[in-house]
C-alpha cells in the first residue's frame, strides 16, 4: 500500500491551495484518513481526519479555513485549505488507516509529504 501526496506550493497569504492524496496497492477497505503537518522546529501535529462515512475532526487553527474530503471510490483524500496564513507553512503529510487484502487488521499508511509555503 502506498500513499502518494500532491498538490503542494508556493501561495501568498489569503489564498488557497488543494492537496490531493491517493492510497494504490491492494487495498481491502480504508478507515480513517487525515492530513498532518510539521512547521520548521515545531513537532507534528494533526490537521484534519475524515472518516470512511464522512465524519470530520478539524484542530482549532484551521476550522472554517481548511475542508478535508474523500472519495471512497478513488481512494483519495483532499484538503482545500482557504485563506492560508504563514503560519500554515509546513510539509503536509496524508495518513490512511488501511486494511490490505489478506492482512486481517489495519496498518497506519504515511505518504511522503508535500511542502507548503505562504509567503509574500
Known amino acids: 500500500v502506498q500513499l502518494q501526496a500532491s498538490g503542494g506550493g508556493l501561495v501568498q497569504p489569503g489564498g488557497s491551495l488543494r492537496l490531493s492524496c491517493a492510497a494504490s496497492g491492494h487495498i481491502f477497505t480504508i478507515n480513517d484518513m487525515g492530513w498532518y503537518r510539521r512547521a520548521p522546529g515545531k513537532p507534528r501535529e494533526l490537521v484534519a481526519t475524515?472518516?470512511?462515512?464522512?465524519?470530520?475532526v478539524y484542530s482549532d487553527s484551521v476550522k472554517g479555513r481548511f475542508t478535508i474530503s474523500r472519495d471512497n471510490a478513488k481512494n483519495t483524500v483532499y484538503l482545500q485549505m482557504n485563506s492560508l496564513k504563514p503560519e500554515d507553512t509546513a510539509v503536509y503529510y496524508c495518513?490512511?488507516?488501511?486494511?490490505?487484502w489478506g492482512a486481517g487488521i489495519p496498518s497506519d499508511y504515511w505518504g511522503q509529504g508535500t511542502l507548503v509555503t505562504v509567503s509574500s
Open positions: 495518513n490512511a488507516d488501511v486494511t490490505a
Open positions: 475524515i472518516t470512511s462515512g464522512g465524519s470530520t
